[in-house]
C-alpha cells in the first residue's frame, strides 16, 4: 500500500510532474532533476510554441482537479502562476 503523502509533499512532487511535462511537450531531453539545483534564468534556454504552452496548460489544469480537487477556475489560475513562474519562453510569439 502506498504511503499517503502530505500536502507539502503533493505541491513538491506536483511541481515536478507539471515542469517535467511542460519540457515533454515543449519536446526537449530536460527534467527536473536537470534544473532543480540552478539559480539562474533556466527557463530562457528553451522555448515552447504558443500551441504547446496551452497544451500544457490543459494538461496542468487537469492535474491540478484531480489531484488537489481545486475547481475548473481555481486551476486555471493555478496553471496561469505557475507558466508566470517557470513556464519556457515562446518562439512562435509575435
Known amino acids: 500500500m502506498k504511503k499517503r503523502l502530505s500536502r507539502d509533499e503533493k505541491l513538491k512532487q506536483a511541481t515536478v510532474d507539471i515542469i517535467n511535462k511542460m519540457f515533454e511537450i515543449a519536446g526537449h531531453s530536460v ?3 536537470d534544473i532543480k539545483d540552478r ?3 533556466w527557463y530562457q534556454e528553451w522555448t ?3 500551441e504547446q504552452n496551452q497544451e500544457w496548460q490543459k494538461w496542468g489544469k487537469q492535474y491540478m482537479m484531480k489531484n488537489f480537487r481545486l475547481p475548473a477556475r ?3 489560475r493555478e496553471m496561469q502562476w505557475t507558466a508566470l513562474q517557470w513556464g519556457l519562453k515562446f518562439s512562435d510569439w509575435t
Open 31 to 33: 527534467t527536473y532533476e
Open 48 to 50: 515552447m510554441t504558443t
Open 39 to 41: 539559480e539562474d534564468a
Open 74 to 76: 481555481m486551476a486555471e
